[in-house]
């Protein structure tokens, strides 16, 4: 039976160390353990390999050569181990990613469901935030991909179109443009909305889009935090918003939500996946966006 990498490890650590309880500390064990595995070695072999006394242990001439095998039996163990921790650390990763709400909510879902099948081993760490935080991880080192819906030129980063998106008017069906379908966008600009915080890649297409017109940002009845927050206030109260289309689908196919037309008033938007300029994607970044192109 060939020795166990371990007890041949402990062995050469006593040769080195020149003592058994030396070795022990060395390895983590205790002295008694150490004595009974080196014992269980020299059975093993059928050899005596060290000359114990109570000054400490020596190797015996046997014990010598034992150890020189061995050191590059132990080498050779530890380079097979390095080789192995580097690829599978090139098979397993984690990819982190950052994307903004209205991305998170309607889109990624279908595509890291089809991804994660495509990868079973690896992981996916995914935050959720407004486009400024998403742009302030990836510049931070906190993410490797970002997925905005903010339309600003951006400085230091990299960007992929991966879809397409736009705003829309949207009222309960008790609020009195319901009845009408059409405000112009003057009345938009002066009427207060349920909107996005400030930093949202939403709320900043929108007063971009007013700005363009001539016309002041718009006021704010409540300030939410989130997409899926902003369509149940609209959808319980009595304020309008302008919201990705693709978050208020379903309300308006159901009825709990009507659509406003808003004339000379088009906010189309591209939805981009953002990396740092000058840096090479990980691997499983870029898997992703080869996905999605």
């Known amino acids: 039976m060939f020795p166990d990498l371990a007890s041949l490890d402990l062995f ?18 205790t002295q008694p353990s150490a004595s009974s595995r080196i014992k269980h070695l020299e059975r093993q072999l059928d050899l005596r390999l060290l000359d114990r006394s109570p000054g400490g242990s020596v190797p015996t001439d046997a014990g010598v050569v034992v150890a020189g095998w061995a050191e590059g039996i132990l080498r050779a163990a530890h380079q097979l181990s390095a080789g192995l921790s580097a690829f599978q650390a090139e098979q397993v990763g984690r990819l982190r990613i950052a994307a903004s709400f209205t991305i998170a909510e309607y889109l990624l879902p279908r595509w890291l469901d089809r991804f994660s099948r495509a ?67 003057e009345a938009l600009a002066a009427t207060p909305l349920v909107t996005r915080e400030a930093g949202s890649g939403t709320r900043e297409a929108l007063e971009k889009a007013l700005r363009d017109l001539g016309l002041g940002e718009p006021g704010t009845v409540l300030e939410l935090g989130s997409t899926s927050a ?64």
């Open 230 to 293: 902003v369509r149940a206030a609209v959808v319980q109260g009595n304020a309008p918003t302008v919201i990705s289309r693709l978050a208020i689908a379903a309300e308006v196919a159901g009825g709990q939500l009507v659509e406003i037309e808003t004339p000379n008033l088009t906010i189309g938007r591209d939805l981009r996946a953002v990396w740092p300029t000058g840096t090479e994607l990980p691997p499983l970044a870029q898997a992703l966006l080869d996905e999605l192109e």
């Open 119 to 185: 990868h079973p081993r690896d992981s996916i760490a995914l935050e959720v935030a407004n486009s400024t935080t998403v742009i302030d991880r990836l510049r931070h080192g906190r993410a490797d991909l970002g997925f905005i819906e903010t339309p600003s030129e951006l400085s230091g980063l990299e960007e992929l179109v991966v879809g397409h998106d736009e705003l829309v008017t949207v009222v309960a069906p008790s609020h009195p443009w319901a009845e009408r379908k059409s405000v112009p966008v």
């Open 12 to 29: 050469v650590s006593v040769v080195e160390l020149g003592s058994v309880s030396r070795a022990a500390d060395a390895h983590g064990i």
